[in-house]
């Protein structure tokens, strides 16, 4: 008599990618939408989730006009009519929390969030303007940004207000190991950290599908930055942790949900492959420290292309994030100067 296959399930396919503002099916009662946006990086995914007589919604996409008229006709198509009871934004980022406040308003929907994003975003939604070009000048003048190539980083500051004009005043808190139920499926929370401070990631085991967020991507790498806010923080070591972390916690036979690009399988080799890029980018920021150097010579070393704004505050915030690892580790030193730019120097070239 033929035995029962004992072989493991294959990983769940990825459906073909949708068009802007077109939904696919990922599993019953997950839809894949993409949202168009008005960048270099021109989509978001975000997930609809099957939930009784509504919907969950992870992620939102930014507030503008196009993304207002995309939900508007999802609602009446994809959605069926049915409202959205619960939004969960994976991190403050403008493209996956920037609509949220309209959204909720609209459907009486609660925000879930972890409390380190949701204060991130009312933070930035708020913070009046000269306040925030101050601390970006403060910032870029620092990194030895030249005066005729700051400007246009600092006035990058009025993005965030415009792209998130509102977040809900309160949020139901997510943390680490919880769980929230969607339909019939439990997702559980894993929180991951470097690309935003406390990300929230779902794992669907009995889908075997994890929601990544920005946390992990396949066609790019996620950015991990130094912001003005926190000018020496380490999210490059907060990055490599996480990375360890995610991978002794979720298993490799998952369908990854990125917010950018399309689904993939891979999980654990994906991780390590971005691992293995951000030490890569450490021995290049070490090496260009040989001589001293302000942070803005070694984001031109790490970045020589030609960068738009968007883009530099990207690039400048990917530099001090490498060089700050460094700095913790002892393998450079950061040379403060009144008045002038930080220099950074490799440890082993210092004069004894």
Known sequence: MKQPSTAAPSTPVAPQIPRAGGVAEVAPGVLWVRLALPLALDHVNVWLLEDGEGWTLVDTGLSNEGTRDAWAALEREAMGGRPLRRIVCTHYHPDHIGLSGWLASRHGAELWCSRTEWLSARFYSTQPLGEARAVFRRFYRRAGVARREMEPLVEQARTYKQWVPQVP????????????????????????????????????????????????????????????????????????????????????????????????????????????????????????????????????????????????????????????????????????????????????????
């Open 169 to 352: 005043p309160s949020h139901r808190r997510l943390q680490d190991g919880d769980e929230l139920e969607a339909g019939r499926t439990r997702w559980r929370v894993v929180v991951g950290r470097g690309h935003a401070p406390e990300h929230v990631c779902l794992h669907a085991p009995a889908l075997r599908l994890f929601v990544s967020g920005d946390q992990v991507l396949l066609s790019i790498t996620p950015n991990v930055s130094v912001w003005p806010n926190e000018p020496e923080a380490d999210p490059v070591g907060d990055f490599l942790q996480s990375g360890a972390e995610l991978r002794s916690r979720v298993p490799d036979d998952v369908l990854v949900l990125p917010s950018h690009g399309q689904p993939f399988a891979g999980l654990h080799a994906r991780l390590d492959a971005l691992a293995t890029h951000h030490r890569q980018r450490l021995e290049e920021a070490s090496a260009a420290c040989a001589e001293p150097r302000t942070a803005w010579e070694v984001t031109r070393a790490l970045f020589p292309r030609e960068l738009d704004p968007h883009q530099s505050t990207f690039a400048v915030g990917e530099g001090l994030a490498h060089l700050n690892h460094l700095v913790r580790a002892g393998m450079v030193r950061r040379e403060p100067r009144e008045g002038r730019p930080d220099l950074f120097v490799r440890a082993d070239r210092l004069a004894t």
